[in-house]
């Protein structure tokens, strides 16, 4: 992976969603996607996306007088990184133990344990293959 993902706050995530999903933009189309739920100053915008750029999460180029802003780690990588630091820290990597609290902790009903079920097939297989 690129970047530092696994502490990142729930605002910078929403800034990431925005990029993952537009593309590279700039600080204003980003602000104006953050618009409809969040109070920021354009200005904060800028600051958190430049904060990301020195971990590494997102780059920029310039066009004109303005930066376009890309992400340079995945919404996967994102993912991974976020749940494994979870993991470590909460379950001491114990993955079944993590899963086994989701389980009690959450409303799941009879399709989420079908869909899990076909996960955890799936997963078998495919470490069977190797």
């Known amino acids: 992976m690129t970047g530092s993902t696994s502490q990142l706050t729930e605002l910078q995530l929403d800034i990431l969603r925005v990029l993952w999903s537009e593309g590279e933009l700039p600080v204003a189309a980003v602000h104006a996607a953050l618009a409809p739920n969040r109070e920021l100053a354009p200005t904060t915008v800028a600051t958190l996306l430049k904060r990301l750029e020195k971990r590494g999460v997102v780059t920029h180029r310039s066009e004109g007088r303005q ?7 995945s919404e996967e990588e994102a993912t991974r990184s976020i749940l494994d630091d979870t993991v470590d820290k909460l379950f001491a990597g114990d993955v079944p133990a993590m899963m086994a609290q989701l389980l009690r902790s959450h409303d799941v ?15 078998s297989r495919e470490m069977d293959a190797k």
């Open 109 to 123: 009903g009879a399709g989420d344990l079908e869909r899990i079920r076909g996960l955890l097939d799936e997963r």
């Open 67 to 73: 930066y376009l802003f890309r992400p340079l780690v």
